[in-house]
C-alpha cells in the first residue's frame, strides 16, 4: 500500500498564501483518491478537499474558491494549494488516500485508510 509524507506547512500571516504537498511512494499512486484533512486544536479532524482518480474535486465550503487540490500522477505527489489564509485556516493538515474510492465525493475520515503524519499551517493575524 501506499506512504504519505506531506511537506510544506509553516507560518504565514492572513492573506498569504502556502501550497502543500503530499508525496506518495510503494504502490501506484494513481490508483488513488486523494483528500486533505485538517485539525485544529481541540477540535475534530476537518474534511478541507479531495480529488479522484480522474481529476473530480470536491471541496468544504469554508475552502472553496481560495484552496485548489491538484494531483500529479507522474510524480506521486498530489497538492494543495491555499491562498487568501485566514487565522481560522491554522490547523495541522493531513494527507489521506484510499484506493477503494471511486469517482463519488468522499469527506469522512473513515472513508481512507492511508494517511500521512501532517504538516502544520498556522496563519497570523
Known amino acids: 500500500q501506499v506512504q504519505l509524507v506531506e511537506s510544506g506547512g509553516g507560518l504565514v500571516q492572513a492573506g498569504g498564501s502556502l501550497r502543500l504537498s503530499c508525496s506518495a511512494s510503494g504502490r501506484t499512486f494513481n490508483y488513488y483518491h486523494v483528500g486533505w484533512f485538517r485539525q485544529a486544536p481541540g477540535e475534530e479532524h476537518e474534511f478541507v478537499a479531495s480529488?479522484?482518480?480522474?481529476?473530480?474535486?470536491n471541496y468544504a465550503d469554508s475552502v472553496k474558491g481560495r484552496f485548489t487540490i491538484s494531483r500529479d500522477n507522474a510524480k506521486n505527489t498530489a497538492y494543495l494549494r491555499m491562498n487568501s489564509l485566514k487565522p481560522e485556516d491554522t490547523a495541522v493538515y493531513y494527507c489521506a488516500a484510499d484506493d477503494a474510492l471511486g469517482e463519488d465525493s468522499y469527506t469522512a475520515r473513515t472513508d481512507y485508510n492511508v494517511w500521512g503524519q501532517g504538516t502544520q499551517v498556522t496563519v497570523s493575524s
Open positions: 480529488i479522484s482518480q480522474s481529476g473530480r474535486t
